[in-house]
């Protein structure tokens, strides 16, 4: 944590309240549903695109989400950041409720996102300099210091201010652009970055730099992530802990090396299973998991994946099995083959009271 | 699709009925009194008082409007001042009159710019392209009055060939489909079909020459059909699009008609509504603007559903 | 946002880039027709702003004597009128009030539409149903209907013609205005200011504005074409500019019994409104094809 080649110029942080034991940010029932229209005769549904997830963020932590697509990842981080209007739950960023201790556009200081789409999210009209110097320059800075503050970011994540700086976002790499990207988020001096999809649609070889960038940005501007992707490998690089989402619902999480070697959900196994194994002889040939996602209008009663679980019993289409911690070490999983005493044939006897 | 019918028809009330509302304000939006258009220029006091009261015009306008609208629908559209006909039946003559134009025109002016779409559209940028897009262009940028001044100078003036102005010979007796009659009708039709014949013209070939380079074309020629086939293909993409584009100009030439009309004085609508502004003849501008605004509307209702009923991909739940 | 500091100047960019309207500038000057069209309007508002000095004949000062002479009579090259005025002099100072009466109804229009379309687009809910639907309204009527009804109402007149014309574009542009900001309002730039804490306003004025001024500007140089066209058709009624005043419609208008005496000085107006009319035509064409860069 070399705090002094941090630019100088930069917004103040928001002030850690907390301390290290609090976490940075606590999610509880986060809840949105899109009601569908329906014909002029048929009734309204809805998708619920999340539906009751709950976790924390420890400070200085890496906390990635997986899950297909269309599971509710991007939905999740678009509300987190405030762009989208839950339904219900609470967002709590370090210990303070957005709204009341902490005003919206604080928030927007301590929390930054990067998109997945690089070209997108830049704004065609304006240079990369302009690009980055603009959330600084809302936040009530001149616009020399923002500026120079911009190619100060952009040496920082590894172009060449001289070259970038007034150049126009389609005149450069989609991996430079992804850049640019990352170093508009930390214009802000947040404290958490989101990081949606970020390198999902970069090359591998653009992937693992911008991954390795990350990294070394983290500890140089003592940051926290929230990484969202589908890319099972990268998730297990860069995370410490990681949530697995299914339908709009988190279904197991816990430290990313327990859930990788001991997945307790079968859709997290399912998952992990699908990846590409690097040693050819240990490759799969069944897939191990059939069909697509059911649809999440209407998503099916009880526990959501029972309809392409193997070992799915009667009592999985009744009720869905809540988040049970499996280990007193922060690995929790919602399946009733994972919780002891449930009543599934698989399902290890009850030590305790269930 | 009976189900898509009638929403359309749901949907389309309330725009009926902001249009009434835009022309019955039409009049309140006049400068003065609007007594003083109904009233004799010497009118005594207690005339205009009687007449304010005949009028309804001492009422609050949410409760005119009430009262008009209810004529309205009842197929009251009021007296014309200028001749204390009932306006309705004066409109419908001068509306027939404005089909007829409107229809010979589109006629022309469709077949000429389905041709020119089409030929430009597969060939394009070629030579052929560049002609067509050129009248297309020159279509639409025409001042159709002039370009009827300049038919007229050169067909009647120059060559009298074709009378220049007027409905049939004798002044405006009735109609009849006979040369006697057509004479009169093909110049202020070609000049009408100018415009529709530009913009059919342009969407056409933008609308063939898209589906032409799409992929699916290529695989049908891959698969050796001929260009008959082809063209089938082609004819059947494009026709929604090209059907609302017509139909919507099919309006325009109804409702746009008073330029050419009045350069020609053919006695449909737009002649029509030319002597209502003229005369001050409030009622009958009114109720001219109202039948064509509505008859606008209507013909926007079915082009969407022929378009509906043609289009797969177009919901009709 | 065009303040240059020292710093910036130091580190000057190493390689020249330009910005997107410079792209879209270069390739317009490319474009032959363009080009042209360019330079006929800009001769025909040159000579119409200078006219005075332009050593013409008086466009007021008739004669009757000398009523309706062909083209190329000695001091008339473009004959006269039926008063016996000189036409090229009364067609160059016509441009005046033809281009106003043209021209200023798009500018109003494309003022207040972007503005409501941008306002619909981006804040949507409510008030864009309310916006939306008030336009759908003006849909409903064929727009030289809508024109002639409203100047038929106001009665005739400069000022009312150019206002009748307002009203039936502001609803055209408003339309493409809302539908290009929706389009640009889903993009993830937008949600990346949105953010970054920015507020509505900021975001329209330096997110959505500079995004969707093209296409609209665009369809706005294609409206005067029409505008052109009604403006003078309007007066050509009698519904626009009155007499003695030189304007395209009008002098159409008065010269319309003389078709059969001189009809090719008749028909001289109608050049110049389709001249200008067809040269707006093809600059918004060229501009529009300018403006599609493709990566």
Known sequence: MSEATLPKAMLERIEDFGGAAQPLLKVVGLTKHFPVRGGLLSKARTVRAVDNVSFEIAKGETVGIVGESGCGKSTTARLLMHLMTRDAGEILYDGMQVGRALSLRELRRGMQMVFQDSYASLNPRLTIEESIAFGPKVHGMDDAPARKLARELLDKVGLRPETFANRYPHEISGGQRQRVNIARALALSPRLVILDEAVSALDKSVEAQVLNLLADLKSEFGLTYLFISHDLNVVRYISDRVLVMYLGEVVELGPVDQVWDAPAHPYTRALLAAMPAADPDNRTETPPITGDPPNPIDPPPGCRFHTRCASAEPMCSAASPTLTDLDGAGHQAACYMAIPGSGHSRASAAEKAA | MLAYVARRFVYAVPIVLSVALVCFLLVHITPGDPLVAVLPADASQELAAQLRTAYGFDRPLPVQFGLWLWKAVHGDLGNSIATGRPVLSEVIRAVANTVTLAVVAAVIGFTLGLFFGIVAGYFRNTWIDKVATSVAIAGVSLPHYWLGMVLVIIFSVQLNWLPAVGAGPGGSGEWKWDWAHLSYLVLPAITTSVIPMGIVTRTVRALTGDILSQDFVEALRAKGLSETHVFRHVIKNAAPTALAVMGLQLGYMLGGSILIETVFSWPGSGLLLNSAIFQRDLPLLQGTILVLALFFVFLNLMVDIAQASIDPRIKRG | ?295
């Open chain 3, 1 to 295: 946002m065009t303040v240059i500091t020292e710093s910036v100047l130091q580190a000057a960019p190493v390689t020249k880039t330009r910005g997107y309207w410079g792209t879209v500038g270069r390739r317009i000057l490319r474009d032959k027709v363009s080009l042209i069209c360019a330079c006929v309007l800009i001769a025909i508002f040159l000579s119409a702003l200078f006219a005075p000095w332009l050593g013409l004949a008086d466009p007021y000062q008739g004669s009757m004597i000398r009523r309706l002479r062909p083209i190329g009579t000695p001091n008339y090259p473009l004959g006269s009128d039926e008063l016996g005025r000189d036409m090229l002099a009364r067609l160059i100072y016509g441009g005046r009030l033809s281009l106003i009466i043209g021209i200023l109804p798009v500018v109003f229009a494309f003022m207040i539409g972007t503005v409501l379309g941008i306002v619909a687009g981006y804040v949507g809910g409510k008030l864009n149903t309310a916006i939306m639907r008030t336009v759908d309204v003006f849909f409903a009527f064929p727009s030289v209907l809508l024109a002639i009804a409203i100047s038929g109402a106001l009665g005739a007149g400069i000022v009312n013609s150019i206002v009748s014309l307002t009203i039936v574009f502001v609803p055209q542009i408003t339309r493409v205005a809302e539908s290009v900001t929706t389009g640009v309002r889903n993009m993830d730039f937008v949600d990346a200011a949105r953010a970054s804490g920015a507020g509505a306003l900021t975001i329209m004025r330096v997110h959505i504005l500079g995004n969707v001024l093209g296409p609209i500007f665009v369809y706005s140089t294609g409206l005067i074409s029409v505008s052109m066209i009604l403006a003078a058709g309007l007066s050509f009624l009698g519904l626009g500019t009155k007499p003695p005043e030189p304007e395209w419609g009008l002098m159409l208008n008065t010269l319309r019994t003389a078709i059969y005496v001189n009809p090719w000085v008749a028909a001289l107006p109608g050049v110049m409104i389709f001249a200008v009319s067809i040269c707006f035509n093809l600059l918004s064409d060229g501009l529009r094809s300018a403006m599609d860069i493709r990566e």
